[in-house]
């Protein structure tokens, strides 16, 4: 089945802990995203990949790493969380090359909620 | 990046279409329109887009005015499981960034 695997689907840690949200999708699909949902505020993006080592700051970078090693994988990386993460974080993916520019469609991941103590 | 606004929230009966609209008054010649979903406890999921002519699709319809300034989707058979919030974005052309809005909560009533 094609999809978005996010990894942890839940998590709960304290401030400063480094940790890892991972993404793998298998569609082969060259561009990939991050997204946090607040209440009130939408889904804002944070990191996006064109490409393999290609990425790029969304809206909403501070606080966040990604690095994009590999075509179907694209980790978001806490380096020191804080409380101010607490959110509901989506991975999402789209074939670049089978749409003209602007008209790709999104994949979106089941989401990953964290908790920032 | 051009805005959308929507209506927070709207109600309509199963069974029947629903019309949910979208403004989007600036605009630019290459922007698409996309349309996704976002059901209770889940991810958001792609509905429709188009550019310039009304498109159609197993899941909706997606009227774009003339002007371009506004577009409709349109539930042509509302059912329980189409109760979810709605996105109209604009995207960028050159960046696949589809930036969302807080969109329509839509509600059925059975």
């Known amino acids: 089945e094609a999809q978005v695997t996010q990894n942890p689907r839940y998590l709960i840690t304290v401030t400063g802990k480094k940790l890892t949200v991972t993404c793998s999708q298998n569609?082969?699909?060259?561009?990939m995203s991050w997204y946090r949902q607040d209440p009130g505020l939408g889904l804002r993006q944070i990191y996006y990949s064109m490409n393999v080592e290609v990425t790029d700051k969304g809206d909403v970078p501070e606080g966040y790493k990604v690095s994009r090693k590999e075509k179907r994988n694209f980790p978001l990386i806490l380096e020191s969380p804080s409380p101010n993460q607490t959110s509901l974080y989506f991975c999402?993916?789209?074939?670049?090359?089978?749409?003209?520019?602007?008209?790709?469609?999104?994949?979106f991941g089941a989401g990953s909620r964290l908790t920032v103590l | 990046d051009a805005k959308t606004t929507q209506p927070n929230s709207m109600e309509s009966n199963e069974e029947e279409p629903v019309h949910l609209p979208c403004n989007h008054s600036t605009i630019s010649g290459t922007d698409y329109i996309h349309w996704y979903r976002q059901l209770p406890s889940q991810g958001p999921e792609y509905v429709i887009h188009g550019l310039t002519s009304n498109v159609n699709n197993r899941m909706a319809s997606l009227a774009i005015a003339e002007d371009r300034k506004s577009s409709t989707l349109i539930l042509h058979r509302a059912t329980l499981r189409d109760a979810a919030v709605y996105y109209c974005i604009l995207s960028v052309f050159g960046n696949e960034k589809l930036t969302f809005g807080t969109g329509t909560r839509l509600t059925i009533i059975p």
């Open positions: 569609m082969n699909h060259e561009y």
């Open positions: 999402a993916s789209s074939p670049r090359d089978r749409y003209p520019s602007g008209a790709n469609v999104l994949t």
